[in-house]
């Protein structure tokens, strides 16, 4: 009996620890059909579940994420404006695939070319304002891979700005995110790929948005569809719900139905498993510094913490939050300067560090300052 009790404990502990070790909303590769995934906390860049993240994939129409950065820092610099008029050359019109149908010569405003390219994936849309903005689509192409170069994109050739199957016009998983991460630093962007449906022309030309997620996932605000014979069905999905957003790439996928399902299923781990936290300036970083040197023998510290950061469901009960600041400091000392930190990390890792600064202003005490105060003590 002794033995058999001693065998059950085991096992139990043994069960015990391998529960442990697997979290709740463990995600498994096997419920991502597709070949290639990730799932990425925009703010942070942190990869939150990866399948194949770097192999290297044509994408189709995700290619345009990185069209629309290039349209969108334009916007922003105030190279162009939405109210331009674009003009469709025969080349933007030769364009085939998805598209809206572009006569040579055709004039359309900055705004209906790029509703063009986010809600109906237009190639020739696409190719229009690359030609707008840099005057062909081939010295386009060039400045997106300067950006994807940029971005740290190792994986990534662009060979067109359209997505269509070419040759050698590759990226991965993580690259994609990587580039949607930074697409949608560009707030405008959600004006265009939450729009279920529009019209061109007067009405003449209906668009309804390739990415069906817009009418069946909770909190969804984007991004963009792709799918080519090459590439297969693609999306890269935003969404966002309490304070936390989320990046869902799926490359490969069999059918639309699989890139919806998948990206969906990423989307449920993420919002299942984190959630936004938002660190408290502590009482301690309000003190007061020895100053060295000065002409005040002390100085008063602040601190303003203005930010929230990612961490796993429960985890706010293991966040660590520690005040690093020194015995003393040396004149002179500016309004402004950091002289400590604040630190917030659950076990190793460091989850925010936030400056603790100086609130005025001491100088460097003198030779003729303190000639002057002696004078001035003899003198009372």
């Not at 002794?2 to 979290?23: E, G, N, Q, T």
């Not at 007067?202 to 909190?219: D, E, I, S």
């Not at 020895?290 to 961490?311: P, Q």
Request: some cysteine; hydrophobic content about 40%; glycine content about 8%.
């Amino acid at each position: 009996m002794r033995v058999r009790y001693v065998v059950c404990v085991m096992i139990s502990a043994l069960i015990l620890m391998l529960c442990a070790a697997v979290p709740v909303n463990a995600l498994s590769d096997k419920e991502i059909t597709a070949p290639s995934a990730v799932l990425m906390d925009p703010r942070s860049g942190k990869v939150l579940y990866e399948k194949n993240a770097h192999e290297v994939r044509p994408c189709a129409s995700i290619t345009k994420v990185m069209t629309l950065t290039l349209v969108m820092e334009a916007l922003d610099s105030g190279r162009i404006k939405l109210t331009d008029t674009v003009t469709a050359s025969e080349h933007a019109a030769s364009m085939g695939g998805s598209d809206i149908w572009l006569e040579p010569g055709e004039r359309m405003s900055v705004d209906d070319m790029i509703k063009a390219t986010v809600v109906a994936s237009a190639n020739d849309a696409a190719v229009a304002l690359a030609e707008f903005i840099c005057g062909s689509e081939d010295e386009f192409v060039s400045k997106m891979n300067e950006k994807a170069k940029a971005l740290g994109m190792k994986e990534t050739v662009f060979k067109n700005c359209n997505g269509l199957d070419e040759d050698g016009h590759v990226t991965s998983a993580y690259d994609v995110a990587v580039m949607s991460r930074e697409l949608i630093k560009h707030k405008k962007i959600f004006n265009y790929s939450g729009i279920w449906m529009d019209h061109l022309r007067g009405g003449k030309t209906q668009l309804v948005n390739t990415n069906k997620l817009l009418k069946t996932y909770n909190g969804i605000t984007g991004l963009k569809t792709g799918t080519t014979s090459a590439a297969g069905s693609c999306i890269t999905a935003t969404a966002e719900r309490d304070g936390l957003s989320l990046i869902a790439v799926v490359l490969g996928s069999k059918t639309g139905k699989d890139r919806f399902r998948d990206a969906a299923a990423l989307l449920d781990y993420g919002f299942a498993s984190y959630a936004m936290y938002t660190p408290r300036t502590p009482d301690d970083a309000f003190t007061e510094l020895e100053v060295i040197g000065g002409m005040s023998g002390s100085v008063r510290t602040t601190a303003n913490i203005n930010d929230v950061f990612m961490i796993s469901k429960g985890d706010d009960k293991n966040i660590v939050q520690k005040t690093e600041l020194p015995q003393n400091v040396k004149a002179p000392v500016s309004k402004g300067d950091r002289v400590g930190y604040i630190i917030f990390s659950k076990g190793k890792e460091i989850l925010g560090k936030y400056p603790v600064t100086a609130a005025e202003d001491v100088r460097e005490i003198s030779l003729g300052e303190i000639f002057s105060l002696v004078l001035r003590a003899f003198s009372e």
